[in-house]
């Protein structure tokens, strides 16, 4: 029988998944209650909705992989949070979002590093000897 016990890296996993789920579901049901709260004008284009149901669907997998303990999932994620501020960094740059979207990015790359942290702490870095998929 599988060890039910989850460890940090899964915890890591489960919660940005549950802040995903809950920010995909405000964007596919009602955008226009968080997007006047980060400068966007309130919209009435299908993208915010599509954007939405695409970050439900990423919220699955992050907690699909910390339910399961999948550590390559988390390896990966860690890559893509921790570019977040980055690219974020670059639109600001570039004149196409305004600063408060920097809050996105910080919040992606602060659980990236949390994630990171955690598998560093159980032994499981990200290193290509890793044997499986955990």
């Known amino acids: 029988m599988k060890n039910t016990t989850r460890d940090r890296t899964a915890w890591s996993l489960l919660i940005f ?17 968080l997007l006047p709260m980060f400068g966007f004008a309130e919209s009435s284009g299908t993208w915010v909705h599509v954007l939405g149901f695409v970050l439900c669907c990423s919220a699955y997998y992050y907690l699909w992989a910390g339910w399961s303990g999948n550590k390559a999932f988390a390896r990966l994620t860690v890559h893509t949070r921790l570019a ?42 990200g290193s290509a000897k890793q044997e499986g998929n955990n």
């Open 17 to 33: 998944g549950g802040y995903a789920l809950v920010m995909g579901l405000v964007l596919l049901l009602a955008p226009e209650q």
């Open 84 to 125: 977040s501020p980055l690219v974020m960094l670059g639109l600001l740059a570039a004149g196409k979002v305004g600063h408060m979207v920097l809050l996105f990015g910080i919040v992606d790359a602060l659980g990236g590093a949390w994630t990171a942290a955690m598998l560093w702490l159980s032994g499981q870095d």
